[in-house]
């Protein structure tokens, strides 16, 4: 069987999906799906308007039946799919159901293992019940913490005869890895519908399964522990602050040094208000790349300047944030040193020696632990929780991926307004 790309339309707006539908088709994707979104947003209407507008392509309405199969599969058939989605999470009787209707009405059953514990043993019951296809499927909040394995497929593609389907977190440079180990429908999301040129991405994927070759992507790999500071680089606070549901930044702290950006873990100080002896040790303390915060209690005199600046620059420091004061910040700007502060004074306070480094520190009622990451630009300064750093990097990315394609379709001549739907989706 020759490598299948499916395209999963994975919108909440019909004319967005019909739109990048378009783009995949004429890029070469052999299968289009609707997505359990825009099945949920749209209706099957959705499924209807794929049908006339290609049909010649197969359909596949990612309906993840759970109960009443057969009423499920029957209108999703009626309403032109040729392949309807069923959890493999639900009762046999549902799937034997699901698998009749499906027969009766000229369409197929593709599985779901989603959330299946042992996908092996469950893959071969399944096939016995007369299914067509198994899909193993890496959920988005799996792939948000890094976690995209192919090995999984082995295993299934090993124990069963039906096709077996990949989906989640697939690009052109790993796609190839998924047809490898055994994947015969390789189902692509983001790579796709995200992408600025989404005919170019499906062309590119198209001949990376086909080839068995790895083609470099416009999308990163996933954020591992190692590559946490280059995709930090890549996104904005706002990105980070969408990622981490609208959390704010650290409130009333802000750039003093314009259009230079700030990543890196915490080093934390806390200091008595003026007492700049912590914050200038703890620069002996941070190693290369790291952040310094400092609580200095919001107010003055200035813990922080110029001199303190060069001593940062000298050991790398990626920068400095100071609830409290700060001061020499003309030198500071000339130095390009990422900065930031509550407030500017020339006062400088004294050395005395209060306070503590690499302490946890609350920031107007923002916890800042050390090792906590750090990213500052001119929107401001936030905060990523070291213990769920990975995941929310990865959720920034796909925030600044999901823009890039809203830009380009308004670049195209739409607006956000009209992109977004905006009358459509107001709360009633």
């Not at 049909?55 to 039946?65: G, L, N, Q, W, Y």
């Not at 070759?213 to 990163?220: D, V, Y």
């Not at 080093?267 to 200095?296: C, S």
Request: hydrophobic share 45%; proline share 4%.
């Amino acid at each position: 069987m020759k490598p299948i790309l499916q395209v999963a339309l994975d919108f909440v707006d019909l004319k967005r999906a019909l739109k990048l539908a378009d783009e995949a088709v004429a890029g070469g994707c052999d299968w289009l799906e609707a997505g359990t979104p825009l099945i949920k947003s749209e209706g099957l209407n959705c499924i209807r308007e794929l049908r006339r507008k290609f049909p010649h392509i197969k359909i596949v309405a990612d309906m993840k039946t759970a109960d009443v199969g057969r009423v499920e599969v029957e209108i999703a058939a009626k309403a032109g799919a040729n392949v309807v989605s069923v959890l493999g999470t639900s009762d046999d009787e549902t799937l034997k159901e699901s698998v009749s209707a499906a027969k009766n009405y000229g369409a197929e059953i593709m599985v779901d293992l989603l959330g299946v514990t042992d996908a092996v043993q469950r893959a071969k019951e399944i096939e016995k019940l007369g299914v067509d296809y198994i899909d193993i499927h890496i959920p988005i909040d799996e792939q948000m913490k890094g976690k995209i394995s192919f090995a999984l497929v082995k295993k299934v593609s090993s124990a069963v005869r039906i096709p077996v389907a990949i989906a989640g977190g697939v690009n052109s440079f790993n796609a190839a890895d998924a047809v490898k180990a055994g994947a015969e429908i390789v189902i692509v999301g983001g790579a796709i519908t995200k992408s600025k040129n989404a005919k170019e991405e499906t062309r590119k994927i198209k001949k990376a399964i086909n080839q068995k070759i790895k083609i470099k992507t416009e999308f990163f790999s996933r954020v591992s522990e190692k590559n946490i500071r280059e995709i930090l680089e890549r996104v904005s606070t706002a990105n980070i602050s969408d990622a981490l549901h609208r959390n704010p930044p650290l409130k009333d702290i802000y750039s003093i040094t314009p259009n230079i950006k700030m990543v890196g873990p915490a080093v934390t100080v806390r200091t008595y208000p003026g007492d700049w002896a912590k914050p200038v040790q703890a620069i002996d303390i941070a190693k290369e790349g790291d952040v310094l915060v400092i609580d200095a209690g919001g107010v003055p005199p200035a813990v922080w300047g110029e001199l303190a600046t060069n001593s940062a620059i000298n050991k790398k420091v990626s920068g400095v944030v100071i609830y409290g004061g700060i001061r020499d910040t003309a030198d500071i700007k000339k130095l390009k040193f990422p900065a930031f502060a509550t407030l500017i004074t020339p006062q400088a306070g004294e050395p005395k020696g209060f306070g503590e480094i690499n302490v946890p520190l609350v920031i107007s009622g923002i916890k800042v632990q050390p090792g906590d990451w750090l990213v500052g630009d001119d929107d401001g300064v936030i905060v990523i929780p070291k213990d769920v750093a990975v995941e929310f990097t990865n959720r920034a990315m796909n925030v600044l991926e999901t823009e890039n394609r809203l830009r380009k379709e308004i670049k195209d001549g739409s607006s956000l307004s009209k992109v977004a739907e905006l009358l459509k989706w107001e709360k009633k």
